[in-house]
């Protein structure tokens, strides 16, 4: 089936650093892509939406100066926390899809990200 | 504002019985949902969907059942196996396509032996 290759799974950095996520569709292009954020005990929250060869557009409530997404091929998108601060320590998640339905979304294994 | 409800943080079902899990939305626009499997470092993977214009969708062990009425649905899995133990998430979107879903935060199944 279809993989998404999230990396790293976990990173952990001091505080006013930038960390950049990857997200990778292996045997599939993607033109969409899917950013989530969960806290402990919450749920999967939507970040933003990331399209291939333009912006991407954010949740309400998303600094998008802060969360910064490239998409820049149909198999990578990019999420870079930018002046990472401890209360940005969230478990990041990717989703893509070869298709047009959400059945067919796929999610990388995700990215715990600890900033001391 | 959570629009989608999984009130119950973990559920203990012993093997061979049913597992029911339930989910409630607020938002009455949503007409597609889907239920997701986590396991342990794992992203989580589909298990089945349900449009707002059926009631019941069948795949195997897995039934889900919407009450649009009552907006709710569930996730009933017979019989349970020590393989169902994950986290099973309900979601819901505005529409079948690819879209960014509301998600619940889960419920942790755990299938007792």
């Known amino acids: 089936g279809a993989v998404v290759s999230q990396h790293p799974s976990r990173v952990i950095c001091k505080s006013g650093t930038s960390v950049k996520i990857e997200c990778r569709s292996l045997?599939?292009?993607?033109?969409?892509m899917f950013w989530y954020r969960q806290f402990p005990k919450q749920s999967l929250m939507l970040m933003a939406t990331s399209n291939e060869g333009s912006k991407a557009t954010y949740e309400q409530g998303v600094e998008k100066d802060k969360f910064l997404i490239n998409h820049a091929s149909l198999t990578l998108s990019t999420l870079t926390v930018t002046s990472a601060h401890p209360e940005d320590s969230s478990f990041y998640i990717c989703?893509?899809?070869?298709?047009?339905?959400?059945?067919?979304?796929?999610f990388g294994s995700g990215t715990q990200l600890s900033v001391l | 504002d959570q629009q989608v409800k999984q009130n119950s943080p973990s559920l203990s079902v012993q093997e061979g019985r049913i597992s029911i899990l339930n989910c409630d939305y607020t938002?009455?626009?949503?007409?597609?949902f889907l239920w997701y499997k986590k396991y342990p470092a794992e992203g989580p993977t589909f298990l089945i969907s349900?449009?707002?214009?059926?009631d019941k969708n069948e795949d195997g062990r897995f039934t889900v059942f919407l009450n649009k009425s009552a907006k709710h649905l569930s996730l009933h899995i017979v019989p349970s196996q020590p393989g169902d133990s994950a986290v099973y998430f309900c979601?819901?979107?505005?529409?079948?396509?690819?879209?960014?879903?509301?998600f619940g935060k889960g419920t942790h199944l755990i299938i007792q032996p």
């Open positions: 989703s893509a899809s070869p298709g047009s339905t959400n059945e067919k979304l796929f």
């Open positions: 045997d599939f292009q993607a033109t969409t």
């Open positions: 349900i449009s707002s214009i059926k």
């Open positions: 938002n009455s626009m949503f007409d597609y």
């Open positions: 979601a819901a979107s505005l529409g079948g396509g690819a879209d960014g879903l509301t």
